[in-house]
């Protein structure tokens, strides 16, 4: 009971914070929806909510009636229409099955890198270490999978390729992790412009390597590589028509499992936290603080570089110079929203992965531009950030926080 206590407090802070911005976000839609706004003055009731049967189809209209459609086609766009799902069910039929529950699958798809990444910040950020850096260990983990893949191909067996590839990915992912960690503990740069300037390089050696004629496609104008599919894929946990959900996904929350467990139960992952808290106190205590920032920044990089070979050699099937696209940053928000716990981090990401998938669904029905979806997350970043903005907005009480971490006695004892 005391467990499901703390949890919902600190879930209240960055649930409110959705719910606001998704308000938000709702005055936003009423107010620039001009056309609904200018029969105010003829006809209120239809320019705000009006309900009505077309064609034997309900229909909402009015300023508000385009929020419930709006925020609808979002939820319908990132969980799929629970009664179209239930009818594909008992139908039987795989292709009208798969059709129904595609938006799901999906919106998880989304979410697997999300995951790898934000577990990767949440890891660097426990030991006082901003990791910026996390698209460009993504990017050299999946360059790392594609050149394995690609030299195995037609050698070894399907399933070799596979573990090599991922292998290879970590291990690249937490060297380019590992160079910012040493850097800093050894001359004290700083790891926020190292790992950004290592962002560049990255995108650099991928646009490179894919001039080569072993990686790029053959006959492709654009800087990607070949097509891993027929040479290794990662198992699809449904196997139906166009599902793309494979067993990355699974790997992502047993790694949730794995930084958790690293973190909260094994001594150095107290070391890492002590490391994190107050660095002075660690190194008083006998602690290794260089060795714990190299260790947590290679262990982030290991993380980033595992889902960026699970994307390149599963869902997406080929790397590309934008494979990574904006998970970096976003890993970045979804770790602090998640109050950098490994348990939060996948339900983050899976906010943040239905917010995009269902987005694209709410832009083509009801006209909202998909910056607005932008907005909203951004908002969700700004209120997380304001902790004190939502408890006075939602009245919520402050309670006292437990430590988070136990003092440090000179010896290196935890004392409680």
Same mark, same amino acid.
């Given at each position: 009971m005391n467990r499901l206590k703390a949890f919902l407090r600190r879930a209240a802070v960055p649930a409110l914070s959705v719910v606001t911005a998704l308000l938000v976000g709702a005055i936003v839609i009423v107010l620039t929806d001009f056309e609904a706004l200018a029969k105010i003055g003829s006809d209120p009731a239809r320019a705000l909510f009006w309900v009505e049967t077309v064609n034997g189809k309900t229909v909402i209209s009015g300023a508000l009636g385009g929020v419930v459609n709006a925020y609808g086609a979002m939820l319908s766009g990132a969980f799929g229409d629970p009664g179209r799902i239930i009818t594909a069910l008992q139908t039987g039929k795989e292709r009208d099955i798969a059709t129904a529950i595609r938006p799901l699958t999906e919106t998880l798809v989304a979410t697997m890198p999300l995951i790898f990444t934000g577990l990767a910040v949440a890891i660097s950020f426990r030991a006082g270490m901003f990791n910026i850096g996390g698209g460009g260990q993504l990017m050299i983990g999946a360059l790392g999978a594609t050149i394995t893949a690609i030299m195995l191909a037609g050698q070894v067996p399907s399933p070799v390729i596979l573990i090599?590839?991922? *292998? +290879?990915? *970590?291990?690249?992912?937490?060297f380019w992790g590992f160079i910012p960690g040493f850097l800093k503990a050894r001359t004290g740069a700083h790891e926020v412009i190292t790992t950004i300037m290592l962002n560049y390089i990255a995108a650099l050696v991928v646009?490179?390597?894919?001039?080569?004629?072993t990686l790029r496609a053959a006959g492709s104008t654009s800087p990607v590589s070949k097509n891993l599919s027929p040479i290794v894929d990662v198992p699809n946990i449904i196997n139906l028509p166009?599902?793309?959900? !494979?067993?990355?996904?699974?790997?992502?929350?047993?790694?949730?499992?794995?930084?958790?467990?690293?973190l909260f139960r094994t001594t150095k992952g107290f070391e890492l936290r002590a490391s994190g808290f107050n660095l002075t106190a660690a190194r008083y205590a006998g602690m290794s603080a260089g060795g714990s920032?190299?260790?947590?920044?290679?262990?982030? =990089?290991?993380?980033? =570089?595992?889902?960026?070979?699970?994307? +390149?050699?599963? *869902?997406?099937?080929?790397?590309?110079? !934008?494979?990574?696209?904006?998970? =970096?940053? *976003?890993?970045?928000?979804?770790a602090l929203l998640a109050g950098l716990r490994p348990s939060g981090v996948v339900m983050a990401a899976l906010l943040f992965g239905a917010l995009t998938n269902g987005g694209k669904l709410m832009g083509v029905q009801s006209g909202i531009p998909f910056d607005l979806l932008v907005f909203i997350m951004a908002l969700v970043i700004m209120f997380v950030a304001a902790p004190g903005l939502i408890r006075s907005i939602w009245r919520v009480k402050v309670a006292k926080p437990a430590p988070e971490i136990a003092a440090v006695t000179p010896t290196g004892a935890p004392t409680v």
């Open positions: 090599a590839a991922l *292998t +290879v990915a *970590t291990l690249a992912g937490g646009f490179f390597a894919l001039r080569s004629p166009n599902i793309r959900l !494979d067993y990355g996904f699974v790997v992502a929350l047993l790694m949730a499992v794995a930084v958790s467990w690293l920032m190299m260790l947590a920044m290679a262990l982030s =990089g290991a993380l980033a =570089g595992m889902g960026g070979g699970f994307m +390149v050699i599963g *869902t997406v099937g080929q790397l590309t110079l !934008d494979l990574s696209g904006s998970i =970096g940053f *976003t890993a970045i928000a979804l």
